[in-house]
């Protein structure tokens, strides 16, 4: 992506999760009200690169909106190989299940309320990890999510409140957030960015992005009793 998004996190800390196989940037502001975890393309070697990346530059605003983020890549370097991965769902979801393990077990991140974000693909990864009986995460919100891709099962079982964020333009991820929706039982909000949003350019785009999910992750964050003082 050439639009220069900037992560300005003073206080990324790259962490190592499980058997060591997984690489996340992980930044926690003072008083956090919650956690929330995306997924990230990492570099060839495993590196996390916060440059020039709108994941990070979405993660760079709930941080300043006093929500902790981890950036983490969910495959492995060797899996990174073979395209298949890219799209298998139960191996993506079953990261971010450990990701959320990994999280409940850091003391100063353990108690606080957990939330997923994704983009395209990632963000079918996001419902169908929290689809199951385990409720820890609080709140999702996606970007352009291919949510679809977790199956209508999935999208039925989900109780944890989900946000869909789509350009107005953009006439097939509204479609697909539309349909993916009937499924859901839970709380649920489409966000469509208007063309006057997009005239601004990516830039501003994403700037209504983190406005919008930072709203979500806030209010449910708070409604699950763990708000900072």
Known sequence: MTTPFQYRSECAEHVIIGSG??????????????????????????????????????????????IATILVDLLTVDERSDAYNQRDMALLASRFFSVTEWVTSVPHISQLPCGYFGIGKDAGAAILAASGPDQRIRAIAAHNGRVDMAGPA????????????????????????????????????????????????????????????????????????????
Not at 31 to 46: C, H, L, M, T
Request: charged share 20%; hydrophobic share 45%; aromatic share 8%.
């Open 21 to 66: 196989d997984l690489h996340g940037a992980l930044s926690v502001p003072r008083d956090a009200s919650g956690v929330v975890i995306f997924a990230y393309r990492s570099g060839k070697e495993g590196e996390i690169s916060l440059e020039n990346s709108m994941s990070a530059y979405i993660a760079d605003g709930l941080y300043r909106n006093k």
């Open 154 to 229: 999935a999208l039925s079982r989900i109780r944890a409140p989900v946000q869909l964020i789509v350009g107005s333009r953009d006439l097939s991820a509204v479609g697909i957030s539309q349909a993916s929706m009937v499924h859901m039982q839970c709380q649920k909000e489409l966000i469509t960015l208007s063309e006057a949003e997009y005239a601004h350019g990516e830039l501003a785009m994403a700037g209504q992005i983190v406005k919008h999910a930072a709203r979500w992750f806030l209010s449910h964050f708070a409604a699950a009793g763990y708000a900072s003082a």
